[in-house]
């Protein structure tokens, strides 16, 4: 029983047929002149329109197929700060925000540009007065996620980038990864410049995702090359990863609102079965954020070990988001909403998607007292032993 979404989804079989079909028959360079380098050709734009389209961004934005979001971050924010230089070099983003995000602005720090690092609410959000007085008239982009990959919190993206476009020249990127196929989000008449996404995180395929961005927003090139991609990113273009990315995305779309009824209520369920746990916290809010995803500190024992515990009997947890596992075994985003070590060193995250089944749950929620007061039983027995 998989319960780590956020980290990642299986392909859908569909997608994998597209991915699969795509290839035998489309195989040919794109770029060639040929008629089958131009049936090719025809079908990568023939998903680029199809994902605009998805959007309700068809007229106003273009799209970037990358290698996923960490990519889109990278090109989007360095993009940004290089071609606009000359206009300011303020830069804004949150305490919250990825580490393919909050990399990049610490690398651009070094490099001479001026970052401020908005701090979050105790639901995990940017408060709009917080991010009102960060903007300065030289503040060229600001840079928030949709929906907060370890707590599920959602930005107001919606309000947050009106404000700054009536309030600074700043350029608006969202780092989307958490939401799109899962919370509603609509790029028509939207103040969003620039939108990441990636496609694993919606069953589709690794090492696939997209910027949009306005049709106003130039970029240097991400790779020099043949300048294929508008010339952003040189090298022959993965029209079969394109076409799976715009199917799934399309199937995600079609079932999201279905989904996200029934997710609603799983995290509903989970939150009343943490409530009669002692010692566990909420992280977040359960209030205006994603039910995909949900974090509870654990008091008294350590999260690797309830999640091994959990693992015994099949059930697959995180602890700290996947990108942050290896490093670091406190949460940096627990500890921004918090201020409190101990809540971040013992938080669990529980993700879901629209392939949790409604017995994945009432199994899961069975389990989690008695492993967890088993495991504080356990070592209260050591410690006296
Ligand atoms: N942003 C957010 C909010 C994410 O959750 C992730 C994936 N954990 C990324 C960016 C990076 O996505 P990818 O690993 O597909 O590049």
């Known amino acids: 029983m998989y319960f780590d979404y956020a980290a ?41 329109r199809q994902v605009l389209t998805l959007f309700g961004a068809e007229s106003a934005y273009r799209c970037i197929f990358t290698g996923g979001a960490t990519e889109s971050n990278n090109m989007a924010i360095k993009g940004v700060a290089r071609q606009y230089e000359s206009r300011g070099k303020h830069l804004i983003t949150s305490a919250v925000e990825h580490p393919s995000v909050l990399g990049v602005f610490q690398w651009l720090e070094k490099e001479g540009w001026e970052v401020t690092i908005l701090p979050v609410n105790a639901a995990g959000c940017v408060e709009p007065h917080i991010l009102q007085d960060a903007l300065r008239p030289d503040t060229m982009l600001v840079s928030l996620m949709h929906v907060n990959n370890e707590i599920g919190a959602i930005n107001n993206v919606e309000a947050l980038g009106r404000m700054i476009k009536t309030q600074s020249p700043a350029f608006f990127h969202v780092d989307a990864a958490q939401s799109v196929g899962k919370i509603d989000l609509s790029l028509a008449n939207s103040p969003i410049d620039l939108l990441t996404f990636s496609a694993h995180k919606f069953c589709g395929l690794k090492g696939s995702g997209a910027l949009l961005l306005k049709n106003k927003v130039q970029l240097p090139p991400l790779f020099h090359g043949g300048g294929q ?36 209520s799983y995290k509903q369920t989970i939150a009343e079965t943490f409530s009669g746990i002692d010692g566990t916290e909420l992280n977040g809010a359960l209030e205006n954020s994603s039910p995909f995803v949900i974090n509870y500190s654990v008091r008294g024992v350590r999260p690797e070990t309830i999640l091994h515990a959990l693992e015994e009997q099949d059930m697959y947890i995180s602890t700290v988001s996947a990108c942050s596992a290896a490093k670091t075994p406190e949460s940096s985003v627990v500890l921004a ?49």
């Open 229 to 264: 991609e508008s010339g952003y990113r040189s090298g022959t273009a993965d029209v079969a990863t394109a076409a799976a990315l715009a199917k799934a995305l399309r199937i995600a779309l079609e079932g999201r609102a279905t989904a996200y009824q029934r997710v609603c």
């Open 8 to 48: 990642t989804t299986p392909p859908n079989s569909e997608v994998l047929k597209t991915f699969e079909k795509v290839n035998r028959e489309f195989w040919a360079n794109p770029h060639a002149l040929h008629r089958a380098g131009v049936r090719a050709e025809t079908l990568l734009e023939q998903a680029r």
């Open 337 to 385: 909403l918090t201020g409190n070590h101990e809540r971040a060193q013992t938080s669990i995250r529980i993700s879901l998607s629209s392939l949790t089944a409604p017995e994945e749950i009432d199994a899961l929620c069975a389990t989690l007292k008695p492993t967890i007061e088993s495991l504080r039983f356990k070592k209260k027995v050591g410690r006296k032993s």
